[in-house]
């Protein structure tokens, strides 16, 4: 395989750029245990794994050549983006932590993390011009493919998971009425800002 290094730090990078992903997992770091959070986490690398594999696969040459294919895709992402935002924007504050440290379960954070991931196209082009950057075609194509993505989504996990850990010492703060209302607002108005941006973006 070519450059294996780079394409480490090329993933991380772009994997470390605060998009839903992350905001989500700030979220959930700071509003829930640190389980839940590991499971929105592990939800988001799953998706990611998920499309990779679709990005080999006709599903992404489909979206790469058919602009109504994408434009469908894409649409059905920004919606999903914009609900989060607003179910976000719109949660109600809790004097009580501990009822709402358990307000999702496990499956939930995974789910959600999940759904960002596999109902927003863009990854999947971006895997489709990132790879074939990085495979030699003196090597086995299956067996790189397969480290290429798991690299990535070990990334994911790894990166994540310090966002998690940074945004836990705000906790105590941000768990306050005042501050998680403050947090609701500002993650709601980041993710439909995300929708939004998605739904006019181009391929």
Same mark, same amino acid.
């Given at each position: /395989?070519?450059?294996?290094?780079?394409? #480490?730090?090329?993933?991380?990078?772009?994997?470390?750029?605060?998009?839903?992903?992350? #905001?989500?997992?700030?979220?959930?770091?700071?509003?829930?245990?640190?389980?839940?959070?590991?499971?929105?986490?592990?939800?988001?690398?799953?998706? /990611?794994?998920?499309?990779?594999?679709? %990005?080999? !696969?006709?599903?992404?040459?489909?979206?790469?050549? !058919?602009?109504?294919?994408?434009?469908?895709?894409?649409l059905i992402g920004a919606v999903y983006l914009i609900y989060l935002g607003i179910k976000m924007w719109r949660a109600k504050t809790s004097l009580d932590?501990?009822?709402?440290?358990?307000?999702?379960?496990?499956?939930?954070?995974?789910?959600?993390?999940?759904?960002?991931?596999?109902?927003?196209?863009?990854?999947?082009?971006?895997?489709?011009?990132?790879?074939?950057?990085? #495979?030699?075609?003196?090597? %086995?194509?299956?067996?790189?493919?397969?480290? $290429?993505? $798991?690299?990535?989504?070990?990334?994911?996990?790894?990166?994540?998971?310090?966002?998690?850990?940074?945004?836990?010492?705000?906790?105590?703060?941000?768990?306050?009425?005042?501050?998680?209302?403050? $947090?609701?607002?500002? %993650?709601?108005?980041?993710? /439909?800002?995300?929708g939004i941006g998605l739904a006019a973006s181009n391929k």
């Amino acid at each position: /395989m070519d450059n294996y290094l780079l394409y #480490i730090a090329v993933a991380a990078l772009t994997i470390a750029i605060p998009g839903p992903g992350i #905001i989500l997992t700030i979220n959930n770091a700071i509003q829930r245990e640190s389980s839940k959070t590991f499971s929105g986490i592990l939800g988001v690398a799953t998706g /990611m794994l998920a499309v990779s594999i679709l %990005s080999a !696969s006709g599903v992404g040459i489909i979206l790469a050549t !058919s602009s109504i294919a994408f434009t469908i895709v894409k649409l059905i992402g920004a919606v999903y983006l914009i609900y989060l935002g607003i179910k976000m924007w719109r949660a109600k504050t809790s004097l009580d932590s501990d009822i709402m440290l358990q307000d999702k379960s496990n499956k939930k954070c995974y789910l959600e993390g999940l759904s960002l991931t596999i109902s927003n196209p863009k990854p999947i082009l971006f895997f489709m011009s990132l790879f074939p950057q990085f #495979i030699s075609f003196q090597g %086995s194509y299956i067996n790189q493919f397969i480290l $290429l993505s $798991l690299t990535f989504c070990g990334l994911v996990i790894i990166i994540h998971s310090g966002y998690a850990f940074l945004s836990s010492f705000a906790k105590s703060k941000l768990l306050e009425p005042t501050g998680r209302k403050v $947090l609701n607002k500002v %993650s709601g108005g980041l993710f /439909m800002c995300f929708g939004i941006g998605l739904a006019a973006s181009n391929k």
